[in-house]
């Protein structure tokens, strides 16, 4: 059976999907994606779409269930690269894809991805950043 | 009998022919300024040759006979180019019924000596041109139709800029009524320019949109979540005082969006959300 | 006053027939020179449609035609199966309703994304859709 190849690059999980899926290949992803954060511990999952020419309600869920079951095992899912046409329909269709955050491209995505572990592990750093920001201004007054 | 009235109008041309540019001429609706009188002349023969020799006895009193279609194609192509010129349908209209006064007068005296055939003729003539006025008026109209599509195409085109304002924000101010073809447009080009400079930030500036009802409210909503679905941020702004409060009394839910007064303070927005900081530099002293 | 210019139909028993199918769709919106935004719609209600007819009826019979209608031109697909039909169209038709595990945005979705919509049903008679979304709207 055909599969859709999982990348791990550090703590994250990297998927583009080069083709039109029907609806099993999608849901063996879905399956194997979760396995996967399961069995690396990845804390962010990549999931580009560039090259997917629709995006109908049943892909919708698929990726929503991505980013719901990613979440509840304490990982963030970011959607990179949907095509202009795929997003006008998808609001038009009446689907938010709730449960994944979406970036422009790979590298925006990356960027997110990293904001948001950070954000979650280390708030504590994040106070200290703001402190130093506030200390700088401080002196510049 | 009626093989009478087309031969006799075609030996009459010329008169007619004098007599129909004299009327145009002495008409109140005389544009000079959008055309010579060589040009109305010119237009006038050459309607008038396809109609005397477009004529038989038997198609006059049936409009759609092939022999005629000549006639129509110039009237259309004339009113169409009046319809653009910027001529007024009832100078449009003087061009055709003066061409029945002058063809009406020639009828009067030709046949001064049969009572009988002048009636006919009169009726048939008269219904005829009528119909010419009713083709050049649906031509005419058509005309003005298309000078209208073509200017909300370009309106539409030209009221939807979409403006680099700093590297990773974008901003479209909207001018005008936002209709569900438009709000196609803007989404359509608006997604496509957020791909091609990779722009995290978008700044739908409504302050030229005179009135935002429910309608307008929801292509704002639905343009707001494809930039999101596609990893981009949309703000608001330029929401005036009237349209804040229509927005409330209609019910409208905007509170899952981002919105601003002003562009300025939509653009401050932007910069904190891409940590940029504008300092106004301070002058050694 | 429509024409038809092009017929095609196909089959669809089961799920590896959707995707050949959406590319059968496009090929055709292609051929027309639908834009890009009109083309996704098109093949996403299909797309739903497609999925409703395995999903409730094991499947069933597609067509396909490109048509003109004065200077417009545009593709009608016809969705015809022989399972249970559907009780309550309204309802069926409503944001928000399934009777199986989906978002149930199909039918009404469909709806939204395509110029004309039209559904006939009735319990054990099967159902037919058929859309049309045009070139130019």
Request: net charge negative; aromatic share 4%; with cysteine.
């Amino acid at each position: 059976m055909d599969r859709i190849p999982i990348l791990r690059m550090g703590n994250f999980l990297l998927v583009t999907i080069q083709i039109d899926l029907y609806d099993r290949l999608a849901i063996n992803l879905e399956t194997d994606l979760v396995n996967m954060v399961n069995k690396t511990q990845a804390k962010g999952v990549l999931i580009d779409i560039s090259a997917l020419s629709i995006v109908d309600s049943f892909m919708g869920r698929i990726l929503g269930n991505i980013g719901d079951m990613a979440r509840i095992m304490d990982a963030e899912t970011v959607v990179v690269g949907m095509q202009p046409a795929v997003a006008i329909t998808l609001v038009e269709l009446g689907l938010e894809l709730k449960g994944v955050h979406t970036a422009l491209n790979v590298v925006k995505g990356m960027e997110l991805l990293r904001l948001k572990i950070k954000d979650l592990d280390t708030g504590e750093e994040e106070d200290e950043e703001e402190e130093e920001i506030a200390t700088n201004e401080d002196s510049t007054d | 009998m009626k093989q009478d009235i087309s031969k006799l109008l075609q030996k009459k041309k010329k008169n007619i022919l004098e007599d129909w540019i004299s009327l145009q001429l002495a008409d109140a609706g005389l544009r000079e300024d959008l055309m010579s009188n060589d040009e109305l002349r010119e237009q006038s023969a050459e309607l008038l040759d396809a109609l005397l020799q477009g004529i038989t006895g038997d198609n006059l009193a049936d409009f759609n006979s092939e022999g005629l279609s000549p006639v129509y194609e110039i009237l259309a192509g004339i009113s169409i180019s009046r319809a653009r010129q910027g001529f007024s349908p009832r100078e449009t209209g003087v061009f055709v019924f003066s061409l029945k006064d002058a063809i009406l007068k020639t009828l009067i005296i030709e046949l001064a000596n049969d009572q009988q055939a002048l009636a006919d003729a009169l009726i048939l003539i008269n219904k005829f041109l009528d119909n010419l006025g009713i083709a050049t008026f649906e031509t005419f109209i058509k005309g003005r139709e298309e000078v209208i599509l073509r200017q909300t195409d370009e309106i539409s085109e030209i009221s939807t800029p979409i403006i680099r304002v700093w590297d990773g924000i974008l901003a479209l101010p909207i001018i005008g009524t936002l209709d569900s073809a438009r709000t196609q447009v803007v989404m359509e080009s608006l997604l496509q320019n957020i791909v091609d400079t990779g722009s995290t930030i978008t700044i739908l500036d409504i302050s030229g949109v005179p009135t935002v009802d429910s309608l307008v409210a929801q292509h704002i909503i639905k343009t707001v979540a494809a930039t999101r679905l596609m990893g981009a941020e949309c703000i608001i702004s330029g929401i005036r005082p009237e349209i804040a409060q229509t927005v409330v009394h209609l019910g409208i839910d905007l509170s899952n969006i981002v919105t601003k007064a002003t562009l300025a303070s939509a653009l401050k927005y932007a910069f904190a959300v891409l940590r940029l900081d504008v300092k106004r530099i301070q002058k050694e002293k | 006053m429509r024409i038809v210019l092009i017929e095609d139909a196909m089959l669809i028993e089961k799920e590896q027939d959707v995707v050949p199918f959406r590319n059968r769709v496009k090929e055709y919106a292609v051929k027309i020179g639908m834009s890009v935004v009109n083309q996704t719609k098109l093949i996403t209600a299909a797309s739903e449609l497609v999925r409703n007819m395995l999903k409730y009826a094991g499947g069933g019979k597609t067509k396909m035609e490109v048509i003109s209608e004065g200077r417009n031109s545009g593709i009608r697909l016809v969705f015809e199966d022989n399972g249970p039909g559907i009780k309550d169209i309204a309802q069926a038709m409503k944001e928000g309703f399934s009777t199986g595990q989906s978002l149930g945005v199909g039918l009404p979705g469909a709806k939204r994304l395509v110029n004309e919509f039209e559904i006939k049903s009735s319990p054990g008679e099967g159902t037919v859709v058929s859309i049309i979304k045009w070139k130019n709207g």
